[in-house]
């Protein structure tokens, strides 16, 4: 089963608490819940430890990239405020198994990956949440902000902000071979004024 392309219009006030969309951005995508699948033959369960451990960055790790390569099974990454240049490989991970990332404070974090993702996986086994970012890359390419390729597991997107320099895809999700991709994308915001790049692109 293929889910096709999906993206929605809306127009609205931000919310008191910064989960809403800007008033008057006409060139806004606002997704207030969206789940797609992806199966191409078989799904998996993934164990996790009894205790799951929180990597604060830069506290215990310097960087989120030195925090994916630290963590394990079931671990949650705590982004503190600011700006972080950084393209991060979560394949990086030492063993793959379901991983949180988030920011310390709503989309008080931003990531920006340059001429890259922001995050990005290729062959992954586990559920990976993203949440909280404000995420931004500025080359003019096909690749996705939070890009995921055969990805067996589950990718949560919520309350995140995809400012309007991306030059692809806000999110882009790839299968083949023997994956199953579950997407839920919530409570987000994708800034771009690129009208001919999907906010949102499965395929």
């Known amino acids: 089963m293929r889910c096709a392309d999906s993206h929605h219009r809306a127009s609205a006030t931000r919310r008191a608490d910064g989960r809403g969309p800007m008033t008057g951005d006409t060139g806004s995508i606002w997704v207030r819940t969206m789940t797609v699948c992806v199966t191409a033959v078989v799904a998996a369960s993934f164990a996790q430890p009894a205790l799951a451990v929180v990597i604060n960055v ?3 790790q310097p960087t989120i990239q030195a925090a994916v390569v630290a963590a394990g099974p079931g671990d949650e990454i705590v982004v503190a405020n600011g700006p972080w240049a950084e393209s991060v490989d979560l394949n990086a991970m030492g063993t793959p198994g379901n991983l949180t990332i988030r920011a310390a404070n709503p989309r008080g974090a931003t990531v ?3 001429v890259g993702p922001a995050f990005f996986v290729i062959g992954f086994s586990g559920d990976i949440t993203i949440q909280d970012f404000r995420l931004n890359q500025n080359s003019l390419n096909a690749t996705g902000v939070v890009h ?3 990805l067996n597991g589950i990718l949560l ?4 902000e995809f400012l309007a320099n991306y030059g692809g ?5 790839e299968t083949s071979g023997v994956t199953q991709t579950n997407v839920e994308i919530r409570d987000s915001l994708f800034d771009n004024p690129n009208d001919n790049l999907d906010a949102i692109s499965v395929e």
Do not use: K, L, T, Y
């Open 148 to 150: 995921v390729i055969d």
């Open 112 to 114: 920006d990956g340059g």
């Open 157 to 160: 997107v919520e309350n995140c």
């Open 58 to 60: 830069p506290a215990d």
């Open 169 to 173: 895809n806000g999110v882009r999700v």
